[in-house]
């Protein structure tokens, strides 16, 4: 008897450990098939087929958490086509298995087709069991993993394959996620030097805009779109402008269809891009601006609207050139000395004014420039640079290096790895080329500027009180000069009130004289300077090159840091109805403490409302959730509101009051950006607003 | 009479109905119209609609505050009304009211007026088919 039993269990033992030393085979198996697994859909199909393999089972699903807070299906086996097709896409709050691992972080079984039917009632598949693994890569889910089995099992010895399968299933899926997202904005980039190329060969003022038009409607899939321009020569006030090119309108040439006039006068009254209004939308662009045809009703997704706004800050700078050469033709009625924007956009808590001043003698195109770049949190990015040499090889390269600054500025917070970054670009494929720069990263919350001198002289400070001062520290060769030397960053805290202002050598150089003189008398009538941006930069100019000639590019670019009016409301409450109203009642306040205007003080008392509600509504667990408010009210007239929850953001649930909703808050706001992400959803809104007494 | 809400739903938004008279009835609100005081009113709504009534006026010049789910409500209301052959007329007097209505284009859907007696000045006529 106890032989049998001896036997009986060394034959279990056995079976076991030919067991464990197959599911070692299989992870290995594994681990080499992920290794030379280099997209998401490879990884995907790895992990699905080998962890079929590895556990004797009949289908397996990987999903990804998508940017915006979905599922999408990565790779599936074991299931007929046409279901994986349905399958593509799931919301992350639904209750199925895979939704419930990766909210809770936790392996989700089910042993039988009844403990299914009990759990997950809705689950379609023939399944006998199944077992769902989140995939959790730097302590976040960044997918999951269902394989079932047309049988019963109970999983619990395969826990520990399981459990190594996810891992390692995580890891190589992340790093393949950033490997593409990398690869796309390499693609990013060539979609610009192509602009790039296309603008440098449009010669007229007509050519340049049907060029940035042509680029703007094919990049998002537009269907229609004008550029509009203010006659050259014509005060900025003046409410006539031409329409330089159209695509896709019906209707007489030369007319602006009705339902783009709105977002079109908005435009240039504001100087800001418009939010979506009948589905058009328009962007600034130079004297006049940029509109589009949104292909669908909804928003433009964040990464339409960065390419539309790297491509009107391209199409300025052609646009100026063109000016420029239509003048000198005849063509122009009247000498536009620059036709870049005399107002430039209002970002909240900073006033921006800028000037481009082409040189007078002998010069046919420059290779200075200037940019004003929209980094995330409201940040804001400012380049001024200066390709050394003249003509067009100098402005090619100086579109290059501004496209792939831009660029560079969206991956990297940091301003030191962004101009390496630039630096080694320069080194690797521009050839025989260097350029002198300034990058300054500035956020307008703390008043915190990170900032890169590359070759190039230094930023001057004007404090509220009219002390000046440069910015000494952050000083390096130009790039593209020597790749083993390192950029510095300096750092400066900035007063409120306080200006930034940036420029070419163009402005302090004169020949005959030391760079130090022109210094000096920049900070001496920087000084004597008024405030207000636009002021300051003509003040400087007619100080510095008012005596007619000028004998290179100026460029100049100041940024005021605006004054609070009130203190920033900062109120964080519980998710519930007294929450809410709570909030409304403390911001009500506040604007009238902020002498906000009763109007607007409405309106953006029920944008914010609309915003929280949405967010208290969909709070996992309200007694335990909370939301936070941050509004902001300065003197450059803006109001800004930060909605923060841990909830997820549901704008289309199918509800018509959420439309509703979502509707009024891009009225009343000027912009409105939704980020939902692991942590919950951020609602940013921002309005420009009558603040009585206030200039 | 409405105990299924709170009592701060209640104090936070005040519905009246005047008693039906040939089959006109006026509803008025007072206080604030928002996403949970919504169905206080929802059910105010749809207790006069059910009833033999040919016109309803929601008077809204009481209100404080108003936001997407009230009116919401109210579009519902409008569409049920529609369907039992009465018409539901909105009496709104606060500019700022009245472009929240504009924006969302509900006022192209729902008749609004800038007084009760205006919205009762077509009363007792039959409502004729939309």
Same mark, same amino acid.
């Given at each position: 008897m106890r032989r049998f039993a001896d036997q009986a269990g060394l034959a279990i033992e056995q079976a076991a450990r030919r067991e464990a030393q197959e599911q070692t085979r299989a992870l290995q198996a594994v681990t080499e098939a992920l290794a030379a697994a280099a997209t998401p859909k490879d990884v995907g199909t790895a992990i699905v087929r080998h962890g079929i393999r590895a556990l004797g089972a009949s289908a397996a699903t990987v999903y990804a958490v998508t940017v915006d807070g979905g599922l999408e299906l990565v790779a599936g086996e074991g299931y007929p086509d046409e279901a994986m097709r349905a399958w593509e896409r799931?919301?992350?709050d639904a209750t199925t298995p895979l939704a419930d691992a990766i909210r809770s972080g936790e392996i989700v079984i089910c042993k039988s087709a009844e403990e299914i039917a009990e759990r997950y009632p809705s689950f379609e598949h023939a399944a006998g069991s199944f077992v769902a693994a989140p995939l959790v890569a730097a302590g976040r889910s960044i997918g999951g993993i269902l394989i079932g089995s047309s049988e019963p099992r109970p999983y619990s010895a395969d826990l520990g394959l399981i459990v190594s399968l996810a891992r390692q299933a995580a890891q190589a899926l992340d790093r393949a996620q950033l490997f593409e997202r990398e690869r796309a904005s390499a693609g990013r980039l060539r979609k610009l030097q192509s602009v790039t190329a296309a603008l440098s060969q449009a010669v007229s003022l007509a050519e340049v805009s049907r060029t940035c038009l042509e680029h703007a409607t094919t990049g998002i899939d537009a269907p229609a779109g004008l550029v509009v321009l203010k006659h050259p020569g014509a005060a900025s006030e003046a409410s006539t402008v031409t329409v330089m090119a159209a695509i896709g309108l019906e209707g007489p040439d030369g007319e602006i269809p009705e339902v783009a006039a709105g977002s079109i006068a908005a435009c240039l009254k504001s100087g800001r891009p418009t939010p979506v209004d009948d589905g058009w939308i328009a962007f600034p662009l130079a004297s006049g601006a940029l509109a589009i045809r949104l292909p669908w009703q909804d928003d433009l997704a964040a990464e339409d609207r960065a390419w539309l706004l790297t491509l009107v800050s391209q199409g300025e700078q052609a646009l100026d050139r063109?000016?420029?050469?239509?003048?000198? #033709?005849?063509?122009?009625e009247t000498m536009q000395r620059s036709v870049l924007p005399e107002r430039l956009p209002v970002v909240s808590g900073l006033t921006l004014a800028a000037r481009y001043l082409p040189g007078t003698v002998g010069v046919d195109v420059g290779g200075d420039w200037y940019d004003i770049i929209h980094l995330s949190d409201g940040r804001i990015g400012l380049v001024v640079g200066d390709v050394v040499g003249k003509g067009v090889q100098a402005a090619a390269m100086m579109g290059q290096l501004r496209n792939a600054l831009r660029a560079f500025a969206f991956e990297y917070d940091d301003p030191q790895k962004v101009i390496s970054r630039l630096d080694k670009l320069v080194e690797g494929t521009l050839d025989a080329a260097f350029a002198t720069l300034v990058y300054v990263v500035?956020?307008? #919350?703390? #008043?915190?500027?990170?900032?890169?001198?590359?070759?190039?002289?230094p930023p001057l400070i004007r404090g509220p009180d009219g002390t000046t001062s440069f910015l000494e520290a952050g000083r390096s060769l130009p790039i593209g000069v020597d790749a083993s030397l390192a950029f510095e960053a300096g750092e400066a805290w900035l007063e409120e009130g306080s200006t930034i202002l940036l420029y070419t050598d163009g402005l302090v150089e004169r020949r005959g004289s030391p760079l130090d003189e022109g210094l000096r008398r920049l900070a001496v009538s920087a000084a004597a300077s008024a405030d207000d941006p636009e002021e300051l930069v003509d003040t400087v100019l007619r100080a510095l090159s008012g005596d007619g000639e000028r004998p290179d590019d100026i460029a100049v670019l100041a940024v005021r840091l605006a004054v609070s009016v009130i203190d920033d409301l900062r109120i964080v409450l519980p998710a519930t109805q007294d929450g809410l109203i709570e909030m409304r009642t403390l911001l009500r306040s506040w604007l009238t403490e902020g002498n906000v205007e009763e109007s607007a003080a409405a309106e953006a008392v029920l944008a914010v409302w609309e915003a929280a509600a949405n967010a208290v509504e969909h709070a996992q667990r309200p007694s335990q959730s909370s939301?936070?408010?941050r509004a902001r009210l300065d003197d450059a007239g803006r109001m800004r509101f930060e909605v923060r929850d841990s909830g997820q953001w549901k704008p289309g649930d199918g509800s018509a009051e959420r439309g509703l909703g979502l509707g009024l808050i891009r009225s009343f706001m000027e912009v409105v950006e939704v980020s939902p992400s692991e942590a919950g959803t951020e609602v940013v809104m921002e309005r420009g607003v009558s603040v009585p007494g206030v200039v | 009479m409405h105990s299924s809400h709170s009592? /701060?739903?209640?104090? &936070?938004?005040?519905?009246? &109905?005047?008693?039906?008279?040939?089959g006109v009835s006026v509803v008025r609100?007072?206080?604030e119209a928002d996403l949970h005081t919504a169905p206080i009113l929802r059910e105010s709504l749809n207790e006069a609609i059910d009833s033999t009534l040919t016109t309803l006026v929601v008077d809204l010049t009481g209100v404080t505050f108003i936001d997407s789910m009230m009116l919401g409500v109210l579009l519902s209301a409008t569409k049920r009304a &529609?369907?039992?052959?009465a018409e539901l007329r909105i009496v709104v007097d606060d500019p700022h009211v009245r472009r929240i209505f504009e924006l969302t284009l509900l006022d192209r859907v729902m008749k609004l007026y800038p007084s009760v007696e205006l919205a009762l000045a077509?009363?007792?006529?039959?409502? /004729?088919?939309?």
């Open positions: 799931a919301p992350l063109a000016g420029r050469y239509e003048t000198e #033709r005849g063509i122009a500035i956020d307008p #919350r703390d #008043r915190h500027a990170r900032y890169v001198v590359a070759g190039h002289p939301f936070t408010l | 009592a /701060s739903e209640a104090h &936070r938004l005040l519905v009246d &109905r005047d008693p039906t008279e040939d609100l007072q206080g &529609r369907l039992q052959g077509g009363a007792g006529d039959p409502v /004729s088919g939309d």
